[in-house]
């Protein structure tokens, strides 16, 4: 079955730097767009970045762009996302989902991993 | 940027009774729209892709309708096991955007 397993989630200071990692296993993962979407605590979901499936193109929200890059390792079966500049802001549970479609825009979220949390604090 | 609004914030409905969730585009997505369930302490869950199309796994009394700019997830006979909040999400341009969410409570 399509297992996603996010780690590298921790205290973290702002300014600083950290890589989230999701290791994906049950499916072809070079074939999948994949995304990250965050939840701050006791807050809705927000969209982070996508990359399509051979890490061709990326994507970013407003909130992130320049300061966070997503990126993959398809012979390695996983997906990053290196945060920088880190901002109380930024404390949140990050989630990696796999998309529906291979690249462009897609239609849904099938897939979620269980979440790293991400607490940015002095 | 596309903002999504979902109403209400919280819906209070008996079991057995129908459930009807709203969510609103500032301007249209088309059918490019996604519904997920998310339970406490767990991810979110696919439930409706393309604004109608059900995902494995979620049974016949959830159904999504809509186009355009307002959008329907309906759950016809509310069990206990569908307390949760839901989310919509649009998929027509970037950045992707997602509902503040709809809590259902019994």
């Known amino acids: 079955q399509v297992q996603l397993l996010e780690s590298g989630g921790g205290v973290v200071q702002p300014g600083r730097s950290l890589r989230l990692s999701c290791a994906a296993s049950?499916?072809?993962?070079?074939?999948?767009?994949m995304q990250w979407v965050r939840q701050a605590p006791g807050k809705g979901l927000e969209w982070v970045a996508v990359?399509?499936?051979?890490?061709?193109?990326?994507y970013y929200a407003d909130s992130v762009r320049g300061r966070f890059t997503i990126s993959r390792d398809n012979s390695k079966n996983t997906l990053y996302l290196q945060m920088s500049s880190l901002r109380a802001e930024d404390t949140a549970v990050y989630y990696c989902?796999?998309?529906?479609?291979?690249?462009?825009?897609?239609?849904?979220?099938?897939?979620w991993g269980q979440g790293t949390l991400v607490t940015v604090s002095s | 940027e596309i903002v999504m609004t979902q109403s209400p914030a919280t819906l209070s409905v008996s079991p057995g009774e129908r459930a009807t969730l709203s969510c609103r585009a500032s301007?249209?997505?088309?059918?490019?729209l996604a519904w997920y369930q998310q339970k406490p302490g767990q991810a979110p869950r696919l439930v409706i892709s393309?604004?109608?199309t059900r995902a494995t796994g979620f049974p016949a009394r959830f159904s999504g309708s809509g186009s355009g700019t307002e959008f329907t997830l309906t759950i016809s006979s509310l069990q206990s096991e569908d307390v949760a909040v839901y989310y919509c999400?649009?998929?027509?341009?970037?950045?992707?955007?997602f509902g503040g969410g709809t809590k259902v409570e019994i």
């Open positions: 301007q249209s997505v088309s059918k490019d």
């Open positions: 393309g604004a109608s």
């Open positions: 989902a796999r998309s529906l479609a291979s690249y462009g825009l897609g239609s849904g979220l099938d897939s």
């Open positions: 049950g499916f072809t993962f070079n074939t999948y767009g």
């Open positions: 990359i399509w499936f051979d890490g061709g193109n990326e």
């Open positions: 999400q649009q998929f027509n341009n970037w950045p992707l955007t």
